[in-house]
């Protein structure tokens, strides 16, 4: 049975994340995503802020509004029997009361956690100080609420475009070891990134996909559109179409 609270459901969520297997969070960016991917079994969902933004025509980056994302998180929390934790990019506004106000929004949301970036869209890194301030922010509005939510505090720092590659691991490491206390490590996994099981054997407790599942589903459709519009054949799709009459009972009033 599902926990009936949002803090039972943080409280499970939180546990999750302590083994003894590692926590693999794929990403869904709507409610029809979300619920093909609960019903493959997985005891936790994350959003997916780029996939949500393409979804509604936006770049990513924090081109669509706070209350756009929430809007859509909410609609999944609202589907999901499982604890759902919301890609809040970096916070939707500079400083910790914009992230405490993005955390009540998550909450309102139906959500029990959230991912908080120290990014910024001029391909820039919020400072240390600041981003430490933001997640303590985050923390005691969760705290006022009675849901202690699961905070993901992410690094950009191999986003850095300006800085070589070594000193990007250097700054990654500064800034992870600096937002430690947020919890466990967690890293995006997919192609390009060992294996789950390879992760697991290196400490890492927690794996998401970010937008690589929306990618992948992108790719599929242009592969069978191109096909479609050169050939007239559906050869891309066989075998991978989801039954009608099971998309309608996924998809059908909740229980």
Do not use: K
């Amino acid at each position: 049975m599902a926990p009936r609270t949002l803090r039972d459901q943080a409280e499970v969520f939180r546990r999750l994340h302590q083994g003894p297997a590692i926590l693999v969070l794929p990403n869904a960016w709507d409610v029809a995503s979300a619920r093909v991917l609960e019903e493959a079994g997985f005891p936790a969902l994350a959003t997916s802020s780029a996939g949500v933004a393409w979804a509604l025509g936006y770049a990513d980056g924090e081109r669509i509004t706070r209350g756009e994302m929430l809007e859509v998180v909410a609609r999944i929390a609202a589907r999901v029997r499982v604890p759902l934790t919301a890609d809040m990019e970096a916070g939707y506004g500079p400083g910790p009361e914009a992230a405490a106000e993005t955390a009540r929004g998550v909450i309102a949301a139906g959500a029990v956690g959230l991912n908080l970036e120290d990014g910024t869209n001029e391909g820039r890194l919020v400072d240390v100080t600041l981003h430490v301030e933001r997640i303590r922010a985050v923390r005691e509005a969760g705290r006022a609420a009675g849901v202690p939510l699961v905070i993901n505090a992410r690094t950009d720092a191999f986003e850095l475009p300006g800085l070589p590659p070594a000193q990007r691991f250097a700054e990654a490491v500064r800034r992870a070891n600096a937002y430690r206390a947020a919890g466990p490590l967690n890293v995006i996994a997919g192609p390009g990134a060992p294996p789950i099981p390879e992760l697991e054997r290196l400490g890492v407790r927690r794996a998401s996909l970010g937008p690589r599942l929306v990618q992948g589903t992108l790719g599929l459709l242009a592969r069978a559109a191109r096909e479609l519009r050169e050939r007239g054949t559906y050869a891309t799709l066989a075998d991978l179409v989801v039954p009608f009459a099971e998309l309608q009972r996924l998809l059908g009033p909740p229980p």
